[in-house]
């Protein structure tokens, strides 16, 4: 197995966050963890080889196409990649994919679009020039497909990438009505223009920072310590948190004692996407 990650250039900041280069020879089926797509981020995929398809909880299972935008997966989700499999991926920010196609982000939640079907920038033509590259190449050549992709986008929408920035600074714990005043919007504008650049209502968007946040607190501390953490955050419970965590992740959390008892402390090795 070949694998890479790249930092891509400080220009696309804050929009692209990393690279990735996969290439694997193992033949067959294999299901990867839901880990590896982060809560709150966007990818676009160029697919050399193999196949790729993604099960949202409550949705239709698709196949991702060569060349795709995915959207924010809003549920919990099964990967399943079909070897070998040669596949190199552009992790986004929240608003990324907006600030680099400049579509309505709000059609491809718990989707996909396909970019050599997109009007303006050739992505196939990078597609081709990404199959021919060695890993070494790979950073430089999406450097410039994207710097130049956002160069041609007629781009307004910085007002909603502060709201975004806004709340994940805050972890999430922002009253809708206080945001839409800060940002002197009206709450109704205000979940318009998120949906079209971010893809997903502000209130959902808070409740997936909040719940990363706390996973993070969680992996970093032993229950006596985390416990009044989630306590003076003004947001968890048992309940809450347990509700989440089967929202986003499709299973009761192992680290729950049955419902009534307390919190067991989390196991070391539980993984989820907090990146």
């Known amino acids: 197995?070949?694998?890479?990650i790249y930092r891509?250039?400080?220009?696309?900041?804050?929009?692209?966050?990393?690279?990735?280069?996969?290439?694997?020879?193992?033949?067959?089926?294999?299901t990867l963890p839901q880990s590896?797509?982060?809560?709150?981020?966007?990818?676009?995929?160029?697919?050399?080889?193999?196949?790729?398809?993604?099960?949202?909880c409550h949705h239709t299972a698709f196949t991702l196409p060569k060349t795709t935008v995915i959207g924010h997966f809003t549920c919990s989700s099964q990967l399943k990649v079909k070897g070998p499999v040669k596949v190199i991926i552009v992790q986004l920010?929240?608003?990324?994919?907006?600030?680099?196609?400049?579509?309505?982000?709000?059609?491809?939640?718990?989707y996909y679009r396909d970019l050599s079907k997109l009007?303006?920038?050739?992505?196939?033509?990078?597609?081709?020039?990404?199959?021919?590259?060695?890993?070494?190449?790979?950073?430089?050549?999406?450097?410039?497909?994207?710097?130049?992709?956002?160069?041609?986008?007629?781009?307004?929408?910085h007002e909603v990438e502060n709201v975004a920035d806004y709340l994940e600074q805050q972890n999430g714990h922002v009253n809708m009505s206080q945001l839409a005043a800060r940002f002197q919007l009206s709450k109704p504008t205000l979940e318009r223009m998120?949906?079209?650049?971010?893809g997903l209502p502000p209130r959902l968007y808070a409740q997936m920072l909040r719940f990363k946040k706390s996973m993070r607190l969680m992996?970093?501390?032993?229950?006596?310590?985390?416990?009044?953490?989630?306590?003076?955050?003004?947001?968890?419970?048992?309940?809450?948190?347990?509700?989440?965590?089967?929202?986003?992740?499709?299973?009761?959390?192992?680290?729950f004692s049955p419902a009534g008892a307390a919190i067991a402390q989390m196991p070391a090795q539980t993984g989820i996407a907090v990146a």
């Open 8 to 30: 891509p250039a400080d220009s696309l900041h804050p929009y692209v966050k990393h690279y990735y280069y996969w290439h694997d020879d193992t033949t067959g089926v294999i």
């Open 1 to 4: 197995m070949n694998f890479h």
């Open 36 to 56: 590896l797509l982060s809560l709150g981020d966007q990818y676009m995929v160029f697919l050399q080889e193999g196949e790729v398809t993604c099960q949202p």
């Open 219 to 255: 992996q970093q501390m032993s229950m006596p310590q985390w416990q009044p953490a989630m306590d003076n955050a003004q947001y968890y419970n048992d309940a809450v948190l347990r509700q989440d965590y089967v929202y986003f992740n499709g299973q009761t959390p192992s680290f």
């Open 119 to 157: 009007p303006g920038h050739n992505w196939q033509q990078l597609a081709n020039q990404l199959a021919s590259a060695d890993a070494g190449q790979v950073s430089a050549l999406l450097d410039e497909a994207l710097q130049s992709a956002m160069q041609q986008q007629a781009y307004a929408r």
């Open 194 to 198: 998120f949906m079209e650049v971010v």
């Open 93 to 110: 920010n929240a608003y990324g994919s907006h600030r680099m196609l400049g579509i309505d982000m709000h059609a491809i939640s718990n």
